[in-house]
């Protein structure tokens, strides 16, 4: 390789296989304590229900289940390691503290159903968030039932659907802008709406005399991302707004990019109906891989009856409880009350910041994606010129020419020491680029990250195929994905 | 602001480099007329040790220490502590969706071994991590169905947890999905004649549980072969997954929806807990969420990826078999350790623990009062009838630290003064036998003198 990294250096992993290629009778990780009751008769009590063999389980000590997972830990790229800088994605880092106060033994160990005498401490934590949530956002009233992002549109297109039923009739259709994530068409199919796809602008943002002509009384609401997934925040939100309460409509945002915006400006203040929160993403909570995820709902007043049961509310005598006699309300969309624990995580966040925190940090974030924009223009195509916040989308029609495209060169990034962008995201923009720093990373990371992406574009212009190779430094290359797919292989079998 | 690792020097330098006057400028794409020009009216910034005493004056307001006999979905396990040693990793806890595949192996491959587990266990053929929980992983089991089979109704059994039934009506709702809800019998079982008549050409699947709400144990083989006469699928939801290590796992099922709590993951008030949906090969391309596949790289080496793709959301966006886009990593991480812990022996000596301390429990209160459902087997968890309000037993429990079973009126009037008590292996037999004195206590006062007004209050 011709070019150096400053950030990366390839060391030393331990290989290691799957946890049942270690397995052999007689180990074990575990001991119970003895039974303080009568040991019972199994076939006595279980009959043909009893199960005699629990298959292929493993049988492994304690330190080969540590090094097994402290090992494959190793294999993962994380936020603790570097800049992670995936599109919508938000990967900011995830405060120590909330992983502490979220495993204090009354929380951690609180069970849903113990009563609410015991619960005050819970229903507390629920309110208080609920209340700086209401407040960052600018609406009236919350759920944080939906366990995740795509669970809170579900939850807010069942609210839309609710509140137009009360005036009538649930209308028949959505608007979503093409440049929108693919949970937005998928979750109006699932509450039985028709989609119909809005057109962007040549700035990148809706077309508005196309909404005009586009809305009626057929269409229930408009799901709007803001700022887009371009990064661009809607200068005529106002107008959009105006456009769908005219015709009874209603403006759902998704707030997925709602990290450009905290502190800043309060969607329940420019029109914005209802709309959800990921906790996951602008409250620090961590990814995990994947998961668990919260996606809060706020609202306007409006909809406020419709909200699932139960909701918190302050009792006379002064304590918390849950009220779930709301007659008009869309039903339960998980069981119990959403993922508590990313509540605590949230909240612990939110106090560590305060207003003054809260601000900045959002300042930060639209600091900082605007001084990669800056560093790589010129280098990589900029499809939009639009001024840009949090978020910025590059196209890859410089390197293409060569052959190179977005995943190639998302690779090959891999091997400077970085997680790779947003490949191929959003659709509107061909071999797009989608590059989200987030307020975590100090200017010399930034400063990495420029070098390494230009130097990736001098390399497409030099050697394109060692780039199409890439990653070169990874414990495994390329992965055969159309064999994956073709064939899966989904379980580990004994040979 | 501690979390920021910015000089203001920094900022200063970056604004020069991007041109612009002062960080206003950046935030000139909104309107002036929307912009917030006050600070927002949450708490003042805190420090770390003043959010870290807020949290543990919450956590003493909330039955910190108590002694639990509360179930129904969520259930109180031992964790071994290297789960969170090992969750705790930055490797695992930060990092995203592992969609880059060559520098997420460590994420994929814990998935990898969490689905292969999960088949063993459940007798399936496949198996993800990706739904929220139980309630919404038996909605989503019931919307496969439905795809599957090209019919649109569901039949669920009345002694599947409300709360779960409550979740699958709000996503029945809009979807064209009609429910019809099966009763049980005097042994807390689906009612197989009932079963037999609420099956019409249109049912999609039989939606059971088992155990099921009560504890009990259905009678899986009799109701897949009444769901299969019709065409209909069964799906099985599964919400204590310890059951697994001694009960028969629902092999006739054609969807396992299941609720992966019981594994190492802490009942944190009901959330964030980990759904599973397992089925077999044939239907794998109607399941919703991601899956992982074992594949080589272009060297031929084993590895592992995200695969068939094509189902999902941000592939097939309104076409898609489901909107869902998480995959519960972390939290199966937690199950895949605890299973690993456990293994082949543990799992079932553990669940032969439970076994034994409810068999104890339900023996003991049956001397006092009612033990429902007695004519089938049953795992962890029991019904009890009482002469008295089951709150009020349990205003007396509560002053022992103990929080009692949860009283049934709410989700099952028809029962009366009933209660749904759940022993684990943390259970004591001193307080198993402290909850009976109370309800035995009961008992004796509902006979002689009228109940104290003022404990229900105490016990809701």
Known sequence: MKHVTRKATRHVNQNEGLIFEKSSPGKAAWKLPPLDVPEVDTAELL??????????????????????????????????????????????????????????????????????????????????????????TGMDAITLQPAAGAHGELTGLLLVRAYHQSKGAP?????????????????AAMVGYAVENLKSNAQGMVDVAALASQMNEEVAALMLTNPNTLGIFEQEI????????????????????????????????????LMHLNLHKTFSTPHGGGGPGSGPVAIKKILE????????????????????????????VRAFYGNFGMFVRALAYTLANGPDGLRQTTEDAVLNANYIRKGLEGVYDLPYATPTMHEVVFSDKVQAKKGVKTMDIAKRLIDYGFHPYTTAFPLIVPGALMIEPTESEPKEELDLFIEAMKSIAEEVEEDPQMVLAAPHTTRVSRLDETAAARKPVLRWKPA | MRYLPKSPADREAMLKAIGARSIDDLFAPIPAEYRLNRDLKVP????????????????????????????????????????????????????????QAEISQGTLQSIFEFQSMICELTGMEVANASMYDGSTAAAEAAMMACRVTGRHAVAIARSVHPEYREVLATYAHHQGMPLATVPFTDNGRVNLNELDKAITPDTACVLIQSPNFFGTIEDVAAIADIAHKHGAMLVVSIAEAVSLGIVEPPRQADIIAMEAQSFGVPLTFGGPYCG?????????????????GQTTDRNGKRGFVLTLATREQHIRREKATSNICTNQALIALMANIFMTIYGKVGLRELAKQNLAKAAYAAQQFGKHGKVL?????????????????????????????????????????????????????????AAIDTAVRSAAEGERMVKSVKEPADVQEVAR
């Open chain 2, 44 to 99: 003042r910034q805190m420090a770390e040790s003043e959010i870290v005493d807020w949290f543990r004056e919450r956590s003493r307001e909330n039955g910190e220490a108590y002694a639990t006999f509360l179930g129904a979905g969520a259930y109180y396990h031992y964790r071994p502590v290297i789960i969170d040693s090992l969750i705790s990793r930055g490797e695992f806890l930060t990092a995203y969706t592992p969609y």
């Open chain 1, 47 to 136: 009959g043909s229900s009893e199960r005699k063999d629990l298959g292929n389980m493993p049988e492994v000590s304690e330190i080969e289940i540590i090094r097994h997972f402290t090992r494959l830990s190793t294999w993962n790229y994380a936020i603790d390691l570097g800049m992670y800088p995936l599109g919508s994605c938000t990967m900011k880092y995830n405060p120590r503290v909330n992983e502490v106060v979220s495993r204090l033994d009354g929380l951690a160990n609180g069970h849903p159903y113990q009563p609410e005498k015991v619960s005050q401490g819970a229903l507390r934590i629920l309110q208080t968030l609920s209340e700086c949530l209401i407040e960052i």
């Open chain 2, 373 to 429: 459902f007695s004519g089938a087997p049953r795992f962890n968890e029991f019904v009890v009838q009482t002469s008295e309000d089951p709150y009020a037993i349990n205003g007396r429990i509560l002053q022992h630290r103990i929080v009692g079973g949860l009283p049934l009126k709410k989700f099952y009037p028809e029962l009366g003064n009933a209660a749904l008590w759940c022993c684990t292996e943390v259970t004591t037999r």
């Open chain 2, 276 to 292: 599973v949906i397992a089925t077999r090969e044939q239907y794998v391309r109607q399941m919703p969420g991601r899956l992982v």
């Open chain 1, 171 to 187: 209308r028949k259709k959505i608007l979503i802008p093409d440049s929108a994530h693919g949970t937005n068409p998928a979750t």
């Open chain 1, 238 to 273: 106002h107008k959009i707004a105006d456009i769908m309460h005219a015709k009874g409509g209603l403006l759902y945002m998704d707030g997925a990019n709602m990290n450009a915006l905290v502190g800043k400006v309060r969607p329940g203040d420019f029109g914005v109906d």
């Open chain 1, 305 to 332: 009856p419709f909200l699932p049961t139960p909701v918190v509310i302050a009792k006379p005598d002064g304590t918390l409880g849950f009220e779930y006699n709301r007659p008009q309300s869309v039903g339960r």
